[in-house]
């Protein structure tokens, strides 16, 4: 769907691992779902998500131990259509 991404996809864009951004799906601060078969992780992040994913994938790379909540609280996944 739109706005949809592959977790590796999504990773390369971010410059990160995917096994942080799996972490960040556990933890809730990436709205993400499995396929039902082969269980591969799609996430979802549009532009402002992108954005709000670079500050905290900044934040974490200077070494903080706890993260501002605006960074880790996703904002709210439109409704399909």
Known sequence: ???EWWIRDLADELQMSWPTLREWVSKGW???RQTKVQKLWI???DRQELLRLRK???????G???YPEELTTP???PAKA
Request: no cysteine; proline share 0%; net charge positive.
């Open 1 to 3: 769907g739109r706005g």
């Open 64 to 66: 903080l131990y706890s």
């Open 56 to 62: 905290l994938r900044s934040a974490r790379s200077r």
């Open 75 to 77: 904002k709210q996944r």
């Open 43 to 45: 996430l979802w992040a």
């Open 30 to 32: 990436v709205h993400g």
